[in-house]
């Protein structure tokens, strides 16, 4: 009995035999079933983010460099997964990830008029190249290259974030349900990483993610009650 690329026919045979389902047959299980789980919590993880800023009209203590390399590291991540031909329970929340990212940098645009040409030049880079990317039109080796280089996209799309928090000693327009989110998110991938031996550089990146991610939460969890000093836009 075969569901959504779940096998349940092992699971099903034995509870009807009146056993638990041994190991073998309950992680896979487990492990497909929580993937999908991630994929649909992802259709809303960044959703308390965007209605933080929408509501506030603001986007105080929020590093617009940072969720722009958040966007590049989606998409690259995306692609690589895409070509490699894992399946959709192992990397689909990226495909809604990466829509509410740029939904999320143009609402930080928005609201961070004016928007300065070096930032207009960025985004028309972007543009130009992540179709290509996502089509998965270049060489090979530059595709794996690329892969290993979101890790590090990540990583720096969360120092200027970081960075700006402790300078503040407060965590501005920050969500911390999206965050909390991703944290946990990322502590899940890395299971069903394991058990859909996705490659190396996947679960690396699932890893990164749990101390990068993990570090923002503790500093709105410890800047809670803290107020940034108001600013006209991010940065």
Avoid at 47 to 72: C, D, M, T, W, Y
Avoid at 151 to 167: C, D, E, L, T
Avoid at 228 to 233: G, L, N, R, S
Wanted: glycine fraction near 6%; include cysteine; charged fraction near 15%.
């Amino acid at each position: 009995m075969d569901y959504l690329g779940i096998d349940l026919s092992c699971a099903i045979g034995s509870l009807k035999d009146g056993n638990f389902p041994p190991k073998d047959c309950l992680l896979p299980l487990i492990s497909k079933l929580l993937g999908y789980a991630i994929v649909a919590a992802s259709t809303t993880v960044k959703l308390p983010q965007i209605l933080k800023i929408v509501n506030h009209k603001s986007v105080r203590g929020l590093s617009l460099i940072a969720f722009e390399l958040e966007v590049v590291g989606y998409t690259i991540a995306l692609a690589y997964c895409l070509h490699n031909g894992l399946p959709f329970s192992a990397y689909g929340e990226l495909v809604f990830l990466l829509i509410q990212a740029l939904i999320l940098v143009a609402v930080i645009y928005y609201y961070s008029k004016p928007v300065g040409i070096t930032t207009w030049i960025r985004a028309l880079l972007y543009c130009a190249v992540a179709p290509t990317i996502l089509a998965g039109q270049i060489d090979p080796i530059l595709f794996e290259a690329l892969y290993a280089s979101q890790h590090a996209i990540f990583f720096f799309a969360r120092v200027p974030q970081i960075w700006k928090n402790f300078s503040n000693k407060s965590t501005g327009e920050l969500s911390f349900l999206t965050c909390s989110m991703n944290v946990a998110g990322s502590l899940v991938r890395v299971f069903t990483s394991l058990q859909e031996k996705a490659p190396t550089m996947v679960l690396l990146g699932s890893v990164l993610g749990i101390a990068t991610n993990g570090a923002v939460l503790s500093q709105i969890i410890l800047y809670w009650n803290s107020q940034v000093p108001k600013e006209k836009k991010a940065e």
